[in-house]
């Protein structure tokens, strides 16, 4: 079964793109990070990251949360996460 925080879970997909897709409870529609894009974000996806961006509906507008690696992040909060020039990362003390 299609579980938010596990995208090798999901089985929708865009037709013309073939990314994986998502609706949440609420309606919200989770659309994979297309890695052959230009951006921060599909370097992160091509690094082996699961990206996904939240929109209201299919074809509604951007929430403005981020799912990575199973987790929600604001934009800033992904950016000081993965993308900042030194980054920490996750159980780097441990």
Not at 15 to 26: C, K, Q
Not at 39 to 67: C, M, N, Q, T
């Amino acid at each position: 079964m299609p579980n938010l925080k596990d995208m090798n879970t999901w089985t929708d997909r865009l037709r013309h793109s073939n990314l994986r897709s998502y609706t949440d409870e609420a309606g919200h529609f989770w659309l994979e990070q297309n890695p052959a894009k230009a951006s921060k974000w599909a370097k992160l996806a091509r690094e082996g990251h699961d990206v996904a961006w939240e929109f209201d509906g299919p074809g509604g507008a951007y929430i403005g949360r981020i799912l990575i690696d199973g987790e929600i992040f604001t934009p800033r909060e992904a950016t000081r996460r993965f993308l900042q020039e030194n980054r920490v990362e996750p159980n780097a003390g441990e």
